[in-house]
């Protein structure tokens, strides 16, 4: 019984002692990296790797002109339109003393003129004035007078019209309005060298006649408006007008069959009647 007990312990010390020793953990398995892995950003540390951006110095920063106009395509030295008008308004002045002009009873008097860069006439329009002989001759002398010539419901003789045929830049005018002047017509042979004149304003002139009326081989418009003496007599030298694109004939002394007979010269022509 006693060998029987020690044998069991015997055993059991074994099973005890061999079940007591150290197991040790599985060897770590290295994985190699995968190609590609999106999971994770490489970050790099290497300086020069990195692009350099260039910073402007505090100050140095280039900043837009709040003072600098936008572009409007305007030329240096280009005036305004209101400019213009100013300017317009002091040669009127300057021009009423000049030509010592005084209104007609009951008319205030108007100047118009135009003035370009250089302070010289281009245009000049008078309108209400008592005209004078010195008055013609000054206007005569106007040498970049090329534009127009108005003398509208002024005091004025045929004689001091037939004096403007010695106006230097007569030829060169592309417009005339001598519109509600008690003349005759008497004087208008003085337009026969305006080869340029492209408009004629004759209306309100109820003593006129255009017996001395030249051909005019630019002209496109012609005014008789109110011209009570303009009558057929008067058809074959209107019609030979060939380049006529506007006539005004209403309140003239022509007849509805001169009208018609006018119509079929200038066909191309608008006949106000």
Not at 13 to 25: A, D, G, M, N, R
Not at 206 to 232: E, F, G
Not at 234 to 257: G, R, V
């Amino acid at each position: 019984m006693m060998r029987t007990t020690t044998a069991l312990s015997i055993l059991l010390l074994f099973i005890f002692t061999t079940s007591c020793k150290e197991i040790k953990p599985p060897a770590e398995t290295k994985t190699a990296p995968v190609a590609n892995e999106t999971n994770e950003t490489e970050v790099p540390t290497d300086d020069a790797a990195m692009p350099e951006v260039e910073f402007p110095e505090p100050g140095t920063e280039t900043m837009p002109n709040p003072e600098t106009p936008a572009n409007t395509n305007t030329k240096p030295g280009k005036l305004t339109p209101v400019q213009i008008q100013s300017r317009n308004r002091k040669a009127a002045e300057k021009l009423k003393q000049d030509l010592k002009l005084q209104s007609r009873a009951g008319d205030l008097g108007f100047i118009t003129p135009v003035v370009n860069d250089a302070g010289e006439y281009e245009s000049l329009t008078l309108m209400g004035f008592k005209i004078t002989d010195d008055a013609i001759q000054k206007i005569s002398e106007m040498g970049s007078l090329t534009t127009e010539l108005g003398l509208n419901q002024c005091e004025v003789t045929d004689e001091q019209i037939g004096q403007l045929a010695n106006m230097k830049t007569l030829k060169s005018l592309k417009s005339i309005e001598f519109s509600s002047l008690p003349i005759t017509g008497s004087s208008l042979g003085m337009l026969k060298v305006c080869d340029k004149l492209e408009n004629l304003n004759l209306s309100g002139c109820p003593y006129l006649t255009i017996d001395q009326l030249p051909s005019l081989p630019s002209l496109t418009k012609l005014n008789l408006l109110d011209c009570r003496m303009v009558a057929d007599k008067d058809i074959p030298k209107l019609a030979s007008m060939k380049k006529l694109e506007s006539l005004n004939l209403y309140q003239t002394s022509i007849t509805p069959a001169g009208i018609a007979k006018l119509k079929e010269s200038l066909p191309n022509c608008n006949i106000s009647q």
